[in-house]
């Protein structure tokens, strides 16, 4: 039975889009993601719990985030887990855990201080005025299954 690999994280950035062009037209932004839990505790205190997730976004997705995102605003994010392994220069193996973001919305309105519209240029303006902005990437044809 083939298994699911599906993430869905709303959280705020925490910084802006980190995004780097490649050969062939290519480009990849990364960008920090935070999500806040809040619960009490056998005590009956509240405790609050900030995790922190690595988002990478690809070409057109790349695209939008460079010219739209910025840090403070919040996302509705859907992905899968993608996990890195290398050595480093001391021979230690290291892995790394990120979201490789399939789709996205944007929520809320402007940033703080911004001059821009938060609704990325080619989006589709059918939709009414109150709808968040959703950016999709079409399926990737190197899925990583093992068979």
Do not use: C
Not at 59 to 85: C, S, W
Not at 102 to 114: D, I, R, V
Not at 120 to 132: E, G, I
Request: charged letters at 30%; zero cysteines.
């Amino acid at each position: 039975m083939a298994g699911v690999n599906k993430v869905i994280l709303v959280g705020n950035l925490g910084a802006d889009p980190e995004v780097k062009h490649l050969e062939g037209d290519k480009v990849v932004a990364h960008v920090s993601l935070a999500t806040k839990e809040t619960y009490k505790d056998k005590s009956g205190n509240r405790v609050e719990n900030t995790e922190w997730h690595d988002l990478e976004l690809w070409d057109g997705q790349a695209r939008i985030a460079e010219q739209y995102l910025k840090k403070g605003m919040q996302l509705f994010v859907e992905g899968k887990i993608k996990t890195d392994t290398w050595q480093d220069d001391q021979g230690q193996n290291r892995k790394r855990t990120k979201i490789r973001v399939l789709s996205f919305t944007m929520l809320g309105g402007k940033p703080e201080g911004s001059g821009q519209s938060s609704t990325p240029s080619n989006y589709n303006t059918n939709q009414p005025a109150n709808r968040p902005s959703t950016v999709s990437e079409p399926p990737m044809e190197d899925d990583d299954l093992p068979f």
